[in-house]
T-cell receptor, first 113, second 115 residues
Framework: GNSVTQMQGQVTLSEEEFLFINCTYS??????LFWYVQYPGEGPQLLLK?????NKGSSRGFEATYDKGTTSFHLQKASVQESDSAVYYC????????????FGTGTTVSVSP | NSKVIQTPRYLVKGQGQKAKMRCIPE?????VFWYQQNKNNEFKFLIN????????QIDMTEKRFSAECPSNSPCSLEIQSSEAGDSALYLC?????????????FGPGTRLTVL
């Protein structure tokens, strides 16, 4: 079946450190992959997406690369800020508009000043 | 930033009571989804609509939940008889085709507490 795995439940960093969140997925074909970010008291926000057409996505200093060979989709940021503290979800998208998203279990990122 | 509106933000009900929440999707987004996010941050898809018609729903939704998405009115999700296990954040999302792929935009959610 379709699934997404995030092994890191929690990541703790200091400002200006490098962030890397690992994600692997299982599905058939080549779906669109997303990273969503959720701040306390809010719904998930779309951070970036990657399709088979471009293999890479970036937004607000975050980058993600889609590796079909290893079925991985990692998120990274070169230098984090305290405002990046949030829960990050790796998400598998459907091929059609009516398909539900499949969320990973989330990685809580805590950045101290 | 998403313009999906959800009301109320917080809802407290006793067991057995009805719990109703509403969602106004972003204008021009043809598909609306409801998800349940539990305290462990696990997401469960409940139901979705396109042009007021149900596309898919899970078994739980079919039995204890009722939902609709009428034209020119907010979408709604109602739990007919609330149970303690229904305590969760209920998220509404609307979907739009952007550069060949479907993106979903979420509202802030309705946090339901069943006492």
């Amino acid at each position: 079946g379709n699934s997404v795995t995030q092994m890191q439940g929690q990541v703790t960093l200091s400002e200006e450190e490098f962030l890397f969140i690992n994600c692997t997925y299982s599905t058939t074909g080549y779906p669109t992959l997303f990273w969503y970010v959720q701040y306390p008291g809010e719904g998930p926000q779309l951070l970036l997406k990657v399709t088979t057409a471009n293999n890479k996505g970036s937004s607000r200093g975050f980058e993600a690369t889609y590796d079909k060979g290893t079925t991985s989709f990692h998120l990274q940021k070169a230098s984090v800020q305290e405002s990046d503290s949030a829960v990050y979800y790796c998400v598998l998208g459907g091929y059609q508009g009516g398909r539900a998203l499949i969320f990973g279990t989330g990685t809580t990122v805590s950045v101290s000043p | 930033n998403s313009k999906v509106i959800q009301t109320p933000r917080y809802l407290v009900k006793g067991q057995g009571q009805k719990a109703k929440m509403r969602c106004i999707p972003e204008k021009g987004h043809p598909v609306v989804f409801w998800y349940q996010q539990n305290k462990n941050n696990e997401f469960k898809f409940l139901i979705n609509f396109q042009n007021q018609e149900v596309l898919q729903q899970i078994d739980m939704t079919e039995k204890r939940f009722s939902a609709e998405c009428p034209s020119n009115s907010p979408c709604s999700l109602e739990i007919q008889s609330s149970e303690a296990g229904d305590s969760a954040l209920y998220l509404c999302a609307s979907s739009l085709l952007v550069l060949g792929t479907y993106e979903q935009y979420f509202g802030p959610g309705t946090r339901l507490t069943v006492l």
